[in-house]
């Protein structure tokens, strides 16, 4: 393989990505509605819902505190995947309208490599602007007097780079479907829109009926969500009496209503990893398909 052509494409890629404003906008604007309600009113209404909840314990509002601002982190953090995978897969589209793909073609550079350059270049920009707030995220909780350790830190790594690279194997075929970037940019502010919602970064899933919740988990970045919070909000539930952590924790949905159960840390994992095989499996086979098309026309 000569990765030279595919490293000078991830680049190349990249680098139109960081270029356009009107993209990186609509790649934060997600992440940025959920803190924005969350320093607006939902943090506050968090707060005084537990700190009435807690009457009598010996709790501080350090605590709640900490509690209400991992739960928006973890949001953040799940629709961060999904927006900016969202929006840095768009390349491809602008490729097509602008007809640079029709350059490539013409060009003496194989297919195979230019589809591959795509996919690494949207992975290596959801992981290194997810990583960017996920430090930021660690280094404010750390701030604030939560105890991140070594382990919090690299489970955090490790669901970061799961999610992303679901998000961005969903993304990489959701977008051979797209044939205009109107259409794309329409897209991206629905998602931006409503994801927080979807996996529960605006109002806990438990406050929906058991079938929403049940369609919702069957989105991967519901159960990527649901890990975040599991690392994070872990940390200050320690703190409490066991009862009220378990209870907390089943109001915070750790666990999801899922296919006709409730998935734990090891059913979120396997749905994770199983969408990514799932659609590293579909962007193969149309990248196939799309191949013998091109070959016979």
Request: proline fraction near 3%; charged fraction near 15%; charge should be positive.
């Amino acid at each position: 393989m000569n990765t030279n052509v595919i490293t000078a494409l991830v680049r190349r890629n990249i680098k139109l990505f960081l270029k356009d404003k009107m993209t990186l906008f609509f790649t934060f604007l997600g992440p940025f509605i959920i803190l924005l309600l969350n320093l607006l009113f939902i943090r506050k209404v968090e707060v005084d819902s537990l700190r009435q909840a807690v009457a009598g314990l010996p709790v501080t509002d350090a605590l709640l505190g900490n509690l209400a601002d991992s739960y928006c982190i973890a949001g953040i953090l799940a629709v961060s995947a999904l927006t900016v995978a969202l929006n840095s897969s768009m390349t491809r589209v602008a490729d097509e309208n602008r007809h640079v793909a029709d350059d490539f073609k013409a060009a003496p550079v194989k297919a195979w490599k230019v589809d591959l350059a795509y996919f690494l270049s949207s992975f290596v920009l959801t992981v290194a602007l997810c990583a960017l707030v996920l430090v930021i995220g660690l280094v404010y909780l750390a701030a604030q007097g939560m105890a991140i350790d070594a382990g919090v830190v690299l489970r955090g790594v490790g669901l970061l780079l799961l999610s992303c690279l679901s998000s961005t194997a969903f993304m990489t075929f959701l977008f051979r479907f797209f044939k205009t970037t109107q259409a794309c940019g329409a897209f991206s502010g629905i998602v931006s829109a409503l994801s927080g919602f979807a996996v529960g970064a605006y109002v806990q899933l438990s406050a929906f009926s058991v079938g929403m919740q049940s369609v919702l988990s069957l989105l991967p970045a519901s159960h990527s969500a649901a890990l975040f919070r599991r690392l994070l909000l872990g940390v200050p539930l320690a703190e409490l009496p066991a009862p009220f952590a378990a209870s907390l924790a089943e109001e915070y949905t750790f666990d999801l209503h899922f296919l006709g159960g409730m998935a734990q840390t090891p059913v979120q994992l396997c749905w994770l990893g199983a969408s990514v095989a799932v659609f590293f499996g579909l962007n193969l086979l149309v990248y196939r398909l799309q191949r013998k098309k091109r070959a016979r026309g």
